[in-house]
């Protein structure tokens, strides 16, 4: 039987109440300790706190997502793909937003 191990490195930003503005360098400083030709994808999860209209922080959680995404297609080349969602409110991430790099995968397998 041989299992493949999805490896990722994940990041958090962090955004002020109410808003989808964030602070880039905390998104490069991130970038900086991944080599891009180790990245096989990103994936990104926008969420909100529960305080709010539970349609307001699905709008914020999306909006939280997609303003990471627009920063990453600027900063990736383009051949690694950006997938995002937003969750709306989550009590564990609260006012952040997960990246999650994906790595390419290895080509050795464990065998069990």
């Not at 990453?72 to 709306?88: A, D, F, M, N």
Request: net charge positive; proline share 4%; aromatic share 10%.
């Amino acid at each position: 039987m041989y299992f493949h191990v999805l490896l990722c490195v994940s990041c958090r930003i962090f955004f002020e109440v109410n808003s989808f503005s964030f602070q880039k360098k905390e998104l490069t400083d991130c970038l900086k300790k991944i080599p891009l030709e180790l990245i096989a994808s990103v994936n990104i999860i926008g969420s909100a706190s529960p305080d709010g209209s539970k349609i307001f922080n699905e709008i914020l959680a999306i909006n939280r997502a997609q303003a990471i995404t627009n920063e990453l297609t600027k900063q990736l080349p383009p051949e690694i793909k950006i997938y995002s969602e937003g969750v709306g409110v989550d009590r564990f991430w609260r006012r952040s937003t997960v990246i999650k790099f994906i790595l390419k995968e290895n080509k050795n397998s464990i065998l069990v």
